[in-house]
């Protein structure tokens, strides 16, 4: 492996390798997850199900986080990066083939629910991936890029899947899924086996100060970690604002029907909705690549936080406002994903930063214990907010004024950080 010398730490070239395999697996785990979401009304019609049924498809994601969360940190500790998350990444290949098989909703749920106990072994690695093989300049950077794979499936999941099973009966493209989850399958398995084939654990020497020092993982390590003052205040911004990302592109197909309310020439509104999620998500990979390397580069992470979740509650209103005020010179759909960009560009980014924050804030806990439980606690808040959506207030208005509201609750508590400045590594 070629490396760089950094003070007295080398970066290896290898790590880019390393993190665009840790990549395209999480990448499959998230079309995965997503899949139905950008079908529900064909996915009803073909299964026999109720709307809530095939919510519960992805549902079971966020719910099967909050059981697996411990037991995936503890797998990463023990068995290291490529071994650890390999669980997740042959969990998410084996059952992503199986939802293939049969035509009945209890078989398709329950490999599902495979594909989702996978999921935390991915997303718990995060930071584990830039601690062990970036530099120290780069952490957040890599987190950020990692994080764009999620973002990048996520936007594939909603742009490719509706082009190939439509929701509209009278379109050509209404048929039986089994094609296109045979598709998600095959390339869940390919990933796993090139994973499994090239992924190393970590680099012949340290990459960085924090992976050069012993990590700990034991309870009271762990209960301390509920001891850090800004750490908890982490959990309420993931709460608040991962969950609102989590339940939006859950139920988006069916919040945003009242939406697009204005036809478009050349598409049906399953591309419409395609294209505004895939704009905002766009969007958050922009953001995390460019505010990710802003906040490397100047060693801030508090401004960061502060700047996404006052933005976010903007523009969630701003999705109405617009409405009222905007589309007698803007087409609504154009005006609609113009917002949704920088929705994405300044909201979605927080994710990489507080990844990476929490980690050098918690050290010497290992990366994926505090990783876990801010992934956790975010799924835990979608769990929450689908809730609301599925079974108490089917209102597009009413939803999108409460995730406004507590994002600007986020935004209070982003005030109260202290900044990376207060808990920088003593060598």
């Not at 584990?128 to 120290?136: D, M, P, Y």
């Not at 020497?205 to 800004?230: C, I, Q």
Request: charged share 10%; net charge neutral; glycine share 8%.
């Amino acid at each position: 492996m070629n490396s760089t010398e950094i003070s007295d730490y080398k970066v290896y070239s290898y790590r880019w390798i390393v993190l665009l395999l840790f990549g395209l697996v999480t990448l499959i785990n998230q079309i995965i997850w997503i899949t139905f979401a950008a079908i529900t009304p064909s996915a009803t019609s073909f299964y026999g199900q109720s709307t809530n049924a095939i919510f519960m498809l992805s549902l079971v994601f966020m719910i099967v986080y909050i059981p697996m969360n411990i037991p995936a940190a503890l797998a990463i500790d023990k068995f290291g990066l490529k071994w650890g998350t390999g669980i997740g990444v042959i969990l998410t290949g084996i059952f992503g083939i199986l939802r293939a098989v049969s035509h009945q909703y209890h078989w398709v749920l329950i490999f599902q629910i495979g594909c989702a106990i996978g999921q935390p072994f991915l997303l718990n690695s995060f930071t584990k991936v830039s601690t062990n093989w970036f530099g120290e300049k780069e952490k957040a950077l890599a987190t950020s890029l990692g994080t764009m794979f999620v973002l990048l499936g996520v936007l594939l999941g909603m742009l490719i899947t509706p082009f190939l099973v439509s929701n509209d009966p009278l379109d050509p493209r209404y048929q039986d899924p089994t094609v296109m989850l045979y598709i998600y399958g095959g390339i869940a398995l390919a990933f796993m086996v090139i994973y499994l084939l090239f992924v190393r654990d970590k680099p012949e020497t340290p990459a960085n100060a924090y992976s050069d020092k012993t990590k700990v993982f034991e309870t009271k390590g762990t209960l301390d970690l509920f001891k850090n003052r800004d750490f908890n205040i982490l959990l309420v911004l993931f709460l608040f604002g991962a969950g609102t990302f989590n339940a939006v592109s859950t139920v988006m197909a069916d919040l945003y029907k009242s939406i697009f309310n204005s036809s478009v020439p050349g598409f049906v509104p399953d591309d419409l909705f395609g294209i505004l999620g895939g704009t905002m998500i766009v969007g958050g990979i922009a953001g995390a690549i460019t505010l990710s390397t802003l906040s490397d580069k100047y060693r801030k992470r508090k401004i960061f936080l502060i700047i996404n979740a006052i933005s976010g509650a903007v523009l969630t209103l701003l999705f109405f406002i617009i409405e009222k005020y905007v589309t007698s010179f803007i087409p609504q759909y154009i005006a609609h994903c113009i917002i949704g960009f920088f929705f994405g560009f300044l909201l979605i980014s927080a994710l990489p930063i507080g990844l990476t924050f929490a980690a050098e804030i918690t050290h010497p806990l290992p990366e994926e214990t505090s990783n876990g439980w801010l992934m956790w606690i975010g799924q835990l808040g979608g769990i929450a907010l689908i809730t609301i959506v599925m079974f108490g207030f089917d209102n597009d208005v009413f939803n999108f004024i409460l995730y406004a509201v507590i994002l600007a609750i986020a935004a209070i508590f982003s005030f109260r950080l202290r900044d990376l400045d207060a808990y920088e590594l003593k060598s």
